[in-house]
């Protein structure tokens, strides 16, 4: 006699697109910063566009994938932020409480990040046209650069989702975000791989999965449809997605169930 | 579908620190009755609530709520409640008439019933004033309202209240307290509700449990309880502590249908006429010379009840080691 699965899910989206629009500071910040990239690094880098590794590619074009994961990441991990919220101030006791179905409690805040993450990463394509992006493979490609936005969002969602529920704390979701600046910088951030100087630095960037998110992301803008170019970041995700997922569901059982 | 709890030897053990929470408790909750569980802090209340409701699951036992098992049928046991805990459950950052509607399409209502549904409950705990406003807006009072308003919002057959006063001024537990008994008269809804204040009890309830270290120690009408414990208290200091065993003694044997309890340097007396048993006792010490340095009349406290439960309970261990 449990509740109807979209009904809930539908009632819990709303109420969570609602609460984030009302608290424009939760996303205006990552907005920022992932704009900022865009144009800081456009700015005052572009001009090593012009070493050969770079094969003549337009530097924006280059980053904008930095841009982008930036921008995706921080809206997905708006997720855990409102389920800690929501841990913190007893409605989710509440909900518990009720006929909701308990799939729809904890996907209701998954599926407004991944909004959040949409209109987060066309914004930033937006601005990128606007400095004068053109991208090699057109409007498909633009759909696979956010298919692949929303495919590493999902799985920052379900990383920071799984931490929000584990732990039900503001400040142990707080310090999971911090993932955010190794998973960002320790890759092909600034230059391609061969450019890269230091050891280390080249073996975090082959560790870090966000390498072949960029790659991915840069075939698309710059190179073109080279299929198993673009399929590393597919494969990064399905693989990445799994893992990150699979902890949001154990913590998501553990924290609804009444053990 | 009734209004009903039974609960039989129930007992909670968590696993972290291994603490028994709640020690083989039973006891029944009739259709339309305002049932109080009365304990200090730590009692085990609140643990009793949150498996009644299906929020955790006993280690052993028996609860059935509204008919239903708690522990195989949530869902079935979920419709028929409502459920106000210790922390009010609501989010800051909707509006007091957009929680409840929530509320209302989760419980199946459609758009119009839900709005409508919204709108009387607004005007019952009256806040329709407010209902506009984000409820992280909101004083600590009408937050407790709005909580109450949510519990009701699926005209629930039995009302769960945990600590639902604590930390209210006087106006607003006057309030609630009203809303209450509203409920239980004009609705029939059956009521449980813990506490840590007597006076709550004793005002509010059919009948009182009381809870102590997750045992239940006494059950009774409010009248009942009382004419067990004595509807006075004198509490006593003499000059020469060294006179205390005498005067105890002499208590005992005088005053032989009063319970005479000793606490730090005070003697206890729980008497059923404070200003006549007074003077009875004044009469005593004075005839036997014993100095007094301090002499108070007042009702008991849950503390006394308790002082004197747990230390009839001493005694019967002590009677039983003998």
Redesign the interface.
């Known amino acids: 006699m449990g509740n109807n699965v979209w009904k809930d899910t539908w009632l819990m989206t709303v109420r969570n697109i609602k609460t984030t629009l009302r608290n424009p500071f939760s996303f205006i910040p990552n907005l920022i910063i992932s704009a900022f990239f865009l144009l800081v690094y456009e700015g005052g880098l572009s001009g090593i566009s012009q070493l050969p590794t770079f094969e003549g590619a337009n530097y924006l074009a280059f980053i904008l994938p930095v841009s982008i994961v930036s921008a995706a990441i921080g809206g997905a991990g708006g997720a855990g932020q409102s389920i800690v919220k929501d841990i913190e101030n007893g409605f989710f006791s509440r909900l518990l409480l009720t006929p909701a179905s308990r799939l729809a409690i904890v996907l209701g805040p998954i599926i407004a990040g991944m909004l959040q993450l949409l209109v987060q990463t066309l914004l930033i394509i937006g601005i990128a046209f606007l400095l004068g992006l053109k991208v090699e493979t057109g409007f498909a490609g633009v759909l696979f650069v956010l298919l692949i936005a929303i495919g590493w969002g999902l799985a920052f969602a379900g990383y920071s989702a799984g931490v929000a529920l584990r732990t039900g704390n503001a400040q142990a979701a707080q310090a999971g975000t911090f993932i955010f600046f190794p998973l960002i910088f320790l890759s092909t951030t600034f230059v391609p791989y061969e450019l890269i100087e230091a050891q280390w630095l080249k073996i975090a960037a082959t560790i870090n999965p966000t390498t072949y998110i960029f790659e991915s992301m840069r075939t698309a803008l710059i190179d073109g449809w080279v299929f198993w170019d673009l399929m590393q970041g597919v494969i990064a995700i399905v693989v990445v997605c799994t893992i990150t997922i699979t902890f949001a569901a154990v913590s998501a059982k553990r924290a609804v169930s009444r053990g | 579908m009734n209004g009903k709890i039974v609960v039989e030897n129930l007992t909670k053990t968590f696993k972290k620190g291994n603490v028994k929470a709640v020690k083989d408790v039973s006891f029944n909750v009739d259709d339309g009755e305002f049932f109080a569980f009365l304990g200090p802090n730590g009692a085990g209340k609140s643990t009793t609530v949150q498996i009644l409701?299906?929020?955790?699951?006993a280690s052993s036992g028996k609860a059935e709520v509204a008919g239903h098992d708690v522990i195989r049928e949530?869902?079935?046991v979920?419709?028929y409640?409502g459920?106000a805990?210790q922390?009010?459950?609501?989010?800051?950052?909707?509006t007091g008439r957009?929680m409840l509607e929530?509320?209302a399409?989760?419980?199946?209502f459609n758009k119009e019933d839900g709005k409508k549904r919204a709108q009387q409950l607004l005007e019952i705990v009256q806040l329709t004033e407010a209902a506009g406003r984000?409820i992280g807006n909101y004083s600590g009072g009408m937050r407790r309202r709005l909580d109450l308003a949510?519990t009701l919002v699926n005209e629930p057959k039995i009302l769960f209240l945990d600590e639902p006063t604590t930390g209210l001024d006087p106006s607003n537990r006057i309030a609630i307290w009203e809303e209450l008994r509203r409920l239980n008269k004009e609705n029939g809804t059956t009521i449980f509700l813990t506490t840590q204040y007597l006076e709550e009890a004793d005002s509010l309830a059919d009948r009182i449990s009381i809870i102590n270290d997750g045992e239940i120690v006494a059950t009774g009408t409010p009248k009942e309880l009382k004419a067990q414990i004595g509807n006075d208290l004198i509490a006593l200091a003499l000059k020469d502590q060294t006179q205390q065993d005498r005067a105890v003694q002499l208590l005992q044997q005088q005053m032989q249908d009063m319970d005479v309890i000793r606490k730090d340097e005070k003697i206890l007396v729980y008497v059923e006429e404070g200003t006549k048993e007074l003077l009875e006792v004044v009469r005593i010490f004075d005839q036997e010379q014993i100095g007094i340095e301090d002499i108070q009349l007042s009702s008991p406290t849950l503390d006394d009840i308790f002082l004197k439960i747990t230390s009839e309970q001493k005694e019967e261990v002590k009677s039983h080691g003998e």
């Open positions: 409701t299906t929020l955790i699951n949530p869902e079935k979920r419709r409640i459920v805990l922390e009010t459950g609501v989010d800051p950052d909707l957009e929530l509320q399409y989760i419980f199946g984000r949510l």
